[in-house]
């Protein structure tokens, strides 16, 4: 008796991890990626979404660049930004939606021909369920 107890807490405890992990969106598929042409970046945003994709490049003076990608990408998206007019010497690139932000410190070179990403923060935006008294 307790050898199906345990083998069925087990198996709910199993299920349950599964089903939380996939409701919740994976910022590891969310990179910041080099591209062969020099000075030029590309954002993989392999998540499927149908809302508004917000790119921002920000710098110790505030925001420099900012994008809206607007549509409908069950595959996720790719788009690649020239980041060569960033005059600064780090920046952040900030990528959000409704549910998800994420941040990712950027260093190019000296010559503004290659760079070095680091994720920097991911914060995850829960819905908010009402709850009666």
């Known amino acids: 008796m307790k050898l199906k107890l345990m083998t069925l807490l087990i198996a709910t405890l199993s299920f349950s991890a599964i089903v939380l992990k996939a409701q919740q969106p994976d910022e590891s598929r ?3 990626m080099r591209t062969e042409k020099p000075g030029v970046l590309r954002l993989v945003h392999a998540i499927t979404t149908t809302e508004p994709v917000t790119v921002r490049f920000i710098t110790d ?3 420099v660049s900012s994008d809206e990608i607007t549509g409908s990408f069950p595959k996720g998206l790719s788009k690649r930004y020239d980041i060569r007019q960033i005059s600064s010497k780090d920046f952040h690139m900030e990528i959000s939606t409704s549910r998800l932000t994420v941040t990712y410190h950027i260093v190019p070179s000296i010559d503004k021909k290659t760079f070095n990403s680091y ?3 991911t914060v995850h935006n829960y819905d908010v369920l009402a709850s009666r008294n």
């Open 30 to 32: 969310i990179k910041i």
């Open 61 to 63: 003076q505030g925001i």
């Open 119 to 121: 994720l920097e923060k």
